[in-house]
């Protein structure tokens, strides 16, 4: 129910505003910030080629986690 009281008030969470009215502040709940780091993060980067016959020239960086 909570999560339900939360949506209808979502618009009228408002604690300040800043830079005339451009920027506004809020109290919202951002823990889901973290779990979207985490899943952008990476542990390294290599180097690897497009395929088989290719001659490196056309080096890709891959991102790799685990």
């Not at 209808?8 to 920027?23: E, I, M, N, W």
């Amino acid at each position: 129910m909570s999560h339900f009281l939360d949506r209808l008030t979502f618009f009228r969470r408002t604690v300040g505003d800043f830079s005339a009215g451009h920027g506004i502040v809020t109290e919202e709940d951002r823990s889901w910030e973290e779990g979207y780091r985490k899943r952008w993060q990476h542990d390294k980067i290599v180097r690897s080629t497009h395929g088989v016959n290719c001659t490196g020239s056309c080096s890709w960086k891959i991102y790799v986690k685990g």
